[in-house]
């Protein structure tokens, strides 16, 4: 998937993939993480989710990575904060109270550029790669995260009745991408109410990775 891609989305406000809550998954599950309030949560690919607004609510530190400078200075206005604005790199790193976010391309970021991180939240990023982007995504971020534990939610569908992303991630390519590195347990694993964009039937899981 071309950088222009979602560049283009944000800036047409295609954006059906932003939720108007957090996500009902998280809410639910993020405890099994096992992660007290004050620790530092990581959100690849994190856009402007208003998971992000949730986690600062519980008391959570964040620290996120994305592609769109637009999606990102709309968060900082939604979350009604000014960002500092620093370069880091390749990367333009914006910073308020308890949250940092990397703008730029995902495989910039470094090990010691993102700092410690206590856990995961992959709720956007590895749905919204193309299957030849995915090993490599996943091997980069336990990498930068020294291999934190993770919640990873995915869809499945017949690929056939939809064209991604988001794409369609089974739990033999979980395992693919993922085992050796993390121990994995499905969490969940339930239908899509209405459908995936309310039309093509699908499944949704919730992972959860932690170190092997």
């Not at 998954?25 to 402007?48: D, M, N, T």
């Not at 940092?100 to 410690?116: H, S």
């Not at 993770?150 to 992303?165: A, K, M, S, T, V």
Request: glycine share 8%; net charge negative; with cysteine.
């Amino acid at each position: 998937m071309e950088p222009d891609f979602w560049h283009s989305k944000w800036e047409r406000n295609e954006i059906g993939f932003h939720g108007s809550d957090a996500n009902p998954l998280l809410v639910e599950h993020f405890g099994a993480l096992a992660r007290g309030p004050g620790s530092r949560i990581f959100l690849p690919l994190c856009g402007k989710t208003l998971d992000i607004h949730w986690l600062l609510a519980q008391g959570y530190r964040v620290v996120g990575a994305e592609l769109s400078p637009l999606a990102i200075a709309q968060l900082f206005a939604e979350l009604g904060v000014e960002p500092t604005v620093t370069r880091v790199g390749a990367l333009d790193h914006y910073a308020a109270p308890d949250i940092d976010v990397y703008v730029g391309d995902f495989f910039d970021l470094k090990r010691e550029t993102l700092g410690p991180v206590d856990a995961v939240y992959d709720r956007a990023a590895l749905v919204a790669l193309p299957n030849a982007m995915r090993h490599r995504y996943a091997a980069h971020l336990a990498d930068i995260t020294q291999r934190a534990p993770q919640l990873l939610i995915c869809f499945e569908y017949d690929p056939r009745q939809h064209e991604g992303p988001p794409f369609s991630i089974d739990a033999d390519e979980v395992r693919l991408h993922y085992e050796g590195r993390y121990h994995l347990t499905r969490l969940a694993h339930l239908d899509v109410e209405g459908g995936l964009k309310g039309k093509t039937p699908a499944k949704e899981s919730v992972w959860l990775l932690k170190m092997a």
